[in-house]
């Protein structure tokens, strides 16, 4: 059942409807309640939660039953299955899902095709994550796991060396050969003052980065994981400190508590106020010349982008890099022309696709680059 709301919820979005991670997590609850058995109840308690407009209301009622019809027709071909008589069982697992983290089984495509092939790997690296199946969720998952572990053991590595110096310690080795009678017959050496930077990450989770945000929070996880520095935020209308939330070693845990969150899933955008909120309240505590500061949303504010370059040019002056991982830049003919992308351009230190793994994993190099 957790499958199949999960693969639900991923269908509307695709056909247009704003739902966004809380809204799935609303679903799977309602799901619990009601079953699946009787679907006209299902149908009114999925629709409460996942409509927010009335186009969207009178768009869900084909919706749910195209969807429906091809999960029974599905069903029945199944040994084992009664059809559409379905058991009410717990949501063990199931916001988990919501990620492809246990999506082991088959469930609607959303018009798509799994892929298959020795290739599988390399092109889910590169593909939009817009594009990804729910047959591919759980393969691009582990995928994503064992890459970003990778890359923070390199960048943790790369540290390492970058911190062995060989210019020599004068004052050092003057004092350690005095009892030699002041001849350098032993040589001390400087090793130079590097710290792995504090990594600040805010995640926008409007309404027009829904394909995205999902995904966008696993690589944020993931960082908070492997990292030892790192403080997420996510924004929409206002700005939410997830931190707490994402040191959890259960992503399922952390997402159900951040359903509960007042973030503004799925809403405008207002990114110049939470970047003042930020700096109004977190920016003295968390941004320092060893502070590299991220920024993953689309650029669409609603607010006016003079604030947005005001709040943007405070953060630069007090951190040692800021960027900008915009999904859209992996579009062909995309142009970055909008008031709010154009305003805050000329504080942006890297302005680089997000709308891949590939694009993510491409983040490691400007983690030890100085």
């Not at 704003?18 to 609850?29: H, M, N, R, Y």
């Not at 393969?139 to 890359?151: H, T, V, Y």
């Not at 080795?173 to 930077?197: A, V, Y």
């Not at 805050?344 to 994993?361: K, Q, R």
Request: positive net charge; charged residues 25%.
């Amino acid at each position: 059942m957790a499958q199949t709301i999960t693969g639900f919820c991923r269908f509307v979005r695709a056909e247009g409807l704003s739902t966004g991670i809380k809204e799935s997590v609303d679903a799977l609850q309602v799901a619990n309640l009601i079953g699946i058995e009787d679907r006209d109840q299902l149908k009114i308690g999925l629709r409460s939660v996942l409509c927010s407009s009335k186009e969207e209301w009178d768009r869900f009622e084909d919706l749910f039953w195209i969807f429906w019809r091809d999960a029974d027709t599905n069903a029945e071909k199944r040994p084992g299955t009664n059809g559409s008589k379905h058991q009410k069982e717990p949501l063990k697992g199931a916001v988990t899902s919501l990620l492809g983290n246990s999506s082991k089984g088959k469930t609607a495509d959303e018009g798509g095709k799994a892929v298959v092939g020795a290739s599988r790997g390399e092109h889910l690296k590169k593909a939009d994550f817009s594009q990804v199946t729910q047959n591919d969720l759980a393969e691009l998952e582990k995928i994503a796991i064992q890459l970003i572990k990778r890359m923070s053991l390199r960048v943790s590595r790369r540290l390492k060396i970058m911190k062995a110096g060989r210019q020599i310690d004068l004052r050092r080795t003057i004092r350690k050969n005095i009892s030699r009678g002041g001849d350098p017959i032993e040589l001390s050496f400087k090793n130079r003052k590097l710290q792995q930077s504090r990594l600040v990450i805010l995640l926008d989770v409007s309404g027009s980065m829904n394909p995205y945000s999902l995904f966008l929070l696993r690589f944020a996880y993931a960082l908070q994981k492997h990292f030892r520095k790192v403080n997420t935020f996510l924004f929409s209308t206002r700005l939410t400190d997830i931190t707490v939330l994402l040191r959890s070693r259960d992503l399922r845990q952390s997402l159900q508590e951040l359903a509960q969150e007042s973030a503004g899933w799925s809403s405008g955008t207002q990114i110049g106020e939470s970047l003042h909120e930020f700096n109004f309240h977190h920016a003295r505590r968390l941004l320092t010349r060893d502070t590299i500061f991220i920024i993953l949303s689309d650029g669409w504010d609603t607010g006016e982008p003079e604030a947005l370059a005001a709040e943007l040019a405070a953060i630069k002056a007090r951190v040692r890099k800021l960027i900008w991982l915009n999904p859209l830049l992996g579009m062909k003919d995309y142009q970055p022309v909008t008031r709010g992308m154009s305003a805050a351009l000329p504080y942006i230190d890297l302005f680089a696709p997000g709308h891949n793994l590939e694009s993510l994993l491409a983040l490691e190099r400007h983690l030890t680059s100085t």
